[in-house]
């Protein structure tokens, strides 16, 4: 069971020297107690959130501590069981980590679910049909509460939270504005996903000419914009939207490696009389039936679209990760582990 360990915490930007490969043995049958499942992974997500655990300092969760398996949720199949309610070769997603195996106490409510992979396929529980895609799901719907013929804008478009958001919102009549870095991105989530208009950040590295490229893709203003980045996208956000727009604060990727991602203007909260809010998904359990009965049904009738950039095998996954904090990544980022 080759498994990932956090080996030292990044100073500013992670390196591959952060993580440590080991082999532990892989756990038998006979191994498990009572209650105990073993899973052998097929996928593993990997998530900006990531990137805070790996620091010391407490955030809303506790940083991850040294010589231990990164973190990480997982979608695999039963190997192994004594619980009565998982049998061998049921499909499941849980919070397995960077390894190739693990040993989940499946008393613990919600630690592992079982999933349906009929019209689904396994991977989508990790990203459209999964925590990203409940976050999407409670950022909007919950918070920014879209109306038919708003608009709504979203950073990261092309991502995992960033695509479901925007699809989300187009099924419910808004024009939907995404912001992605490059022409590739931005092209895909008009072209595919079916956004109305796209800015490209990279395209427009300067805040004036941003704003510019923004207003344009916007003309009646912004009622509700869905944060994931920070910085010189917000800013320019800010300037655009509507009184009593609402902003749902999901995301500040731009900062996450201890860059300064300072607010310029934010005299404009009070100006445009905004409702800014910030949420953390896995303390909104309540939302999961609902969320998931729309994503689910959406994906599995094709009305939700998905990307996924696939690492190959274990060994990559730190590669893969640094790639997605830089925007290497195009769409879900995921490690096929078989
Ligand atoms: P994505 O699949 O969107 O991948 C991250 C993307 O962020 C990159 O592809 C890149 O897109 C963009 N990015 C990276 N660095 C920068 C930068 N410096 N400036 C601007 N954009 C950047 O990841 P997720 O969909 O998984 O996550 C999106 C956001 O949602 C993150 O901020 C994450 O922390 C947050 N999140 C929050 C949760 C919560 O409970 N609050 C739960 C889950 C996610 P591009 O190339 O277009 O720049």
Same mark, same amino acid.
């Given at each position: ?18 993580? &440590? ?9 006979? +191994? ?14 990997? =998530?900006? %959130? ?5 620091? =010391?300092? /407490? ?49 613990? &409510?919600?630690? *592992?679910?079982?999933? =349906? ?20 799901? %409670? ?9 038919? @013929? ?14 479901? $958001?925007?699809?989300?919102? /187009?099924?419910?009549?808004? &024009? ?14 008009? +072209?595919? *996903?079916?956004? +109305? ?8 590295? =300067? ?6 490229? *923004?207003? #344009? ?6 009622? @509700? %914009? ?8 917000? +800013?320019? $956000? ?12 999901? @995301?500040?990727?731009?900062? %996450? ?47 939700? /679209?998905? &990307? #996924? ?9 730190? #590669?893969?990760?640094?790639?997605? *904090? ?13």
């Amino acid at each position: 069971n080759h498994q990932l360990l956090l080996a030292s915490r990044p100073q500013g930007e992670v390196t591959p020297d952060n993580f &440590r490969m080991v082999e532990a043995p892989v756990p038998s049958a006979d +191994d498990l107690a009572d209650g105990q499942v073993l899973v052998r992974h097929h996928y593993l997500s990997l =998530d900006p %959130y990531m990137r805070g655990r790996m620091n =010391d300092s /407490k955030s809303y969760a506790e940083p991850q501590p040294l010589d231990t398996v990164m973190i990480g949720g997982t979608v695999g199949e039963v190997v192994a069981s004594k619980h009565p309610k998982f049998a061998v070769g049921d499909k499941v997603v849980g919070m397995g980590g960077w390894q190739e195996y693990s040993v989940v106490d499946a008393t613990e &409510r919600g630690l *592992l679910n079982k999933v =349906d992979t009929t019209h689904i396929p396994l991977s989508a529980y990790l990203g459209s049909v999964g925590m990203p895609g409940v976050t999407a799901w %409670y950022g909007l719907i919950k918070i920014i509460q879209p109306k038919a @013929g708003e608009t709504v804008v979203v950073s990261a478009a092309s991502g995992a939270v960033g695509s479901v $958001v925007g699809q989300l919102a /187009k099924a419910r009549g808004c &024009r939907v504005v995404g912001v992605a870095g490059g022409a590739e991105k931005c092209r895909y989530v008009v +072209d595919e *996903l079916g956004f +109305d208009a796209c800015v490209d950040y990279k395209a427009n590295p =300067d805040p004036k000419s941003f704003y510019k490229a *923004l207003k #344009e893709a916007t003309p009646n203003g912004i009622d @509700g %914009y869905f944060e994931n980045v920070g910085g010189m996208v917000l +800013d320019a $956000v800010l300037a655009r939207m509507n009184a009593f727009g609402r902003i749902a604060v999901c @995301g500040m990727i731009a900062g %996450y490696n201890g860059e300064p991602t300072p607010m310029q203007n934010p005299a404009l909260i009070l100006v445009n009389r905004l409702k800014v809010e910030g949420f953390i998904v896995s303390e909104h359990p309540e939302v999961w039936p609902e969320a998931m009965t729309e994503l689910g049904g959406m994906v599995a009738t094709g009305k939700m /679209k998905f &990307r #996924e950039s696939v690492a190959q095998g274990l060994s990559a996954a730190p #590669e893969a990760f640094m790639g997605l *904090l830089k925007g290497r990544n195009f769409g879900k980022q995921l490690v096929k582990l078989i």
